[in-house]
C-alpha cells in the first residue's frame, strides 16, 4: 500500500505540467500534422487529399521567398550575434569598474518587446529625419529604405534582431567565460603565452561547447521569427520580405486556407527538430544513461 | 617602456569598445523616453537638441487620444501575474518530482518536456484558433494565461530544479519521518529554500508575458487586448506623424519591465544559464 503511494506521488506532481502541455502543445501540432493532409477551411469538414498541400506550398513561389528570406536573416543574425557576443562577453570579463551597471545596459534590450523595438528602429532609420537617417546621408552613404526596397526591409530585420537577442547570446557566452578558472591563464602567462595565443588555445575550445549551445537555440528560435517581419513590414512590399512563419500566418488567417498552412507549420516542426536533433540524442543519452 | 605604452593603448581600445557596446545596447531605449518627454518640434531636431524643456504634453495626449494603451498595460499586468502565479506552481511541482525521483517514465516524460518546447508556437495557433474560438475562450485573458504556461512550463521546470536538486535530500527524509506530507515537504521546505530559483523563473515569465506578441496578435482582439499589441496598432495608425505619443506609448509599455530587468538582473543570469544548458 504504501509503496504504490510513492510510485504514483511523482506522477501526480508532474500532471498539471504534462496535461498543459499535452493539451495545448501536443495535441494541437499532432492535429496540424492530420490536417497537413486534408484540405481545410471555417466550418468545412476537412477532406483528404494526400500530400497535395505539400506538394501545393513547394511549387508556390511565395513559399520559396519566404524560405530563403527565413535562412538569410538566420545565417546572418545568428552568426554576427556569436561573434558580437563573444567580443562583449570577453570584454566585459577583463573590465572590472561598474560591472552591474554595465551588465544591466548591455541586458536592457532583453526587456523590450518587439513592437517597441519596431518604433525605435523606424525612429532612428527614418531615412530623412531620423537619426542614423541623417548620419547615412551626411556620411554619402545610401540610407535604409525598408519600406520600399525588399532587401533593405531585410537588412532592417536582421539588425533589430541581432539587437534585440543579444542579451540572451551574450550572456551564456559570459557565464561560460566566468566559469573557466583564472589558474589557467595564470598559467599562461607563466609560459609567456601572447594574449592571442591565450585566446586561441584557452578560450576559444573552452567556450566552444557554450557557443554551440547559444547558435543551437538561436537557430531554433530565429526560424520562427514573426513578429519583427510582421510589425515592420508586414511581409511587403509586394510579399518580398516574408518569412516563413509570415507566410504560414497569411496562409492561415488570411487566405484561410488551413490545409497549406498546416503543411507549412509541419515543415517548421521538422525543420526545428531536424535542429535540434543533436542536442535531444545527447540529452536523451544522457537521461537514460545506466537504465534498461 | 614599451610594454607599458601598449598597455595604456590597449585600454583606450577597450574602453572605446565598451563605448560602443553602451551606446549601441542603451542609447535606442535611452532616446525613446527621452524623446516622449520632448515637443514635436525637438523630437527631429538637427543636429539633436540635447537642452530641452522636458514636458508632459505627450503623456496627457496619450492619455485623451489613445486611451486604450492604458487598458493594454491593465490587461499585460493580469495575463503577467496570472501566468506567473500558475507556471510558479506547476513547475515547482513538476521540478519536485524530477528531482527527488527516479523511473523510466519520468525520464521520457522529462525528455517529453524538453522536446515539446522546440515546437514553434505560431504552428499550434492553425487548429487551436477555431478550438478556441468554439469554446468561447477567445479574447480573454484565461486563454494567454494558459498557453503561455503552455510554452514556459519547460524551461520553469528545469531551471527550478536545478536548484531544488541542491537542497539536501536529507531535509525531505527528515520532514517526512516528522510526519508531513509531500505536499507539505514542498510548501514547508523546498519553497522557502529554492526561493532564488524560483524568483529566477518568475522573472522570466514576466519578461515573456509582459511583452509576448504572437498569440495575444492572434487570439485577443479588444477587451483582453495586451500592451504591445496596443502599442503595435498605434505605430501602425499614426504612421510616424504623432511620433511624440507613440514614444510616450512605448515608454510606458517599457520603463516598468526595464526596472524590474534592472533590479533582478543577478536573478535573470542565474536562470539563464541554468536554462540554457539544462534545456
Known sequence: ?292 | MAKRKSLRISSLFKALAMLAVCVWSGLPIALIFISSLKLPRDIFASPPSLFFTPTFDNYARLWAEAGNIFQGLFNSLIVTIGTMSLAVLVSLLAAYAYSRYRSRWLSVSAFFLIAIRLIPPIVITIPLFPAVNALGLNDTHFILIILYTAFFVSLGTFVMRTFIDQIPRELDEAAIIDGASRLQVISKVILPLSAQGIVAVAVFIIVYAWNEFLFAFIFTSSFAKTAPLALAELNDSFDGVQWGVVFAAASVQLVPILLFIIMTQKYLVAGLTAGATKG
Not at chain 1, 56 to 83: K, M, P, Q
Not at chain 1, 117 to 132: C, D, H, N, S, T
Not at chain 1, 201 to 212: D, E, I, N, Q
Not at chain 1, 214 to 237: C, D, H, K, N, Q
Request: glycine fraction near 6%; charged fraction near 10%; proline fraction near 5%.
Open chain 1, 1 to 292: 500500500m504504501k509503496g504504490n503511494r510513492i510510485a504514483i506521488a511523482p506522477y501526480v506532481l508532474i500532471a498539471p505540467a504534462q496535461l498543459l502541455v499535452i493539451a495545448l502543445i501536443f495535441v494541437p501540432a499532432l492535429y496540424v500534422l492530420f490536417l497537413s493532409f486534408h484540405t481545410s477551411s471555417f466550418g468545412q469538414a476537412p477532406i483528404f487529399v494526400g500530400l497535395q498541400n505539400y506538394v501545393a506550398i513547394l511549387s508556390d513561389g511565395y513559399f520559396w521567398r519566404a524560405l530563403t528570406n527565413t535562412v538569410i536573416i538566420i545565417l546572418i543574425v545568428v552568426h554576427l550575434e556569436i561573434v558580437i557576443g563573444l567580443g562583449m562577453a570577453l570584454l566585459l570579463a577583463s573590465w572590472t569598474r561598474w560591472r552591474p551597471a554595465l551588465l544591466a545596459i548591455i541586458l536592457a534590450p532583453y526587456a523590450v518587446t518587439e513592437a517597441s523595438a519596431v518604433v525605435i528602429w523606424r525612429f532612428l532609420f527614418e531615412p530623412q529625419m531620423g537619426a542614423v537617417g541623417q548620419a547615412l546621408t551626411a556620411l554619402g552613404l545610401p540610407t535604409l529604405e525598408w519600406a520600399v526596397e525588399p532587401m533593405h526591409g531585410l537588412i532592417m530585420v536582421a539588425l533589430l534582431s541581432v539587437w534585440l537577442h543579444l542579451p540572451f547570446t551574450f550572456i551564456i557566452l559570459y557565464a561560460a567565460r566566468l566559469a573557466i578558472p583564472t589558474d589557467l591563464y595564470e598559467a599562461g602567462a607563466i609560459d609567456g603565452a601572447t594574449p592571442w595565443q591565450q585566446f586561441r588555445r584557452l578560450t576559444l575550445p573552452l567556450l566552444l561547447p557554450a557557443m554551440l549551445i547559444a547558435m543551437l537555440f538561436r537557430y531554433i528560435f530565429a526560424f520562427r521569427l514573426f513578429s519583427e517581419v510582421w510589425l515592420l513590414t508586414g511581409g511587403g512590399p509586394a510579399r518580398t520580405t516574408e518569412v516563413s512563419a509570415v507566410y504560414l500566418y497569411l496562409e492561415a488567417f488570411r487566405y484561410h486556407s488551413f490545409g497549406t498552412a498546416s503543411a507549412t507549420g509541419w515543415l517548421l516542426v521538422l525543420a526545428s527538430f531536424g535542429l535540434a536533433y543533436v542536442y535531444l540524442r545527447s540529452i536523451y543519452k544522457e537521461m537514460f544513461r545506466g537504465q534498461a
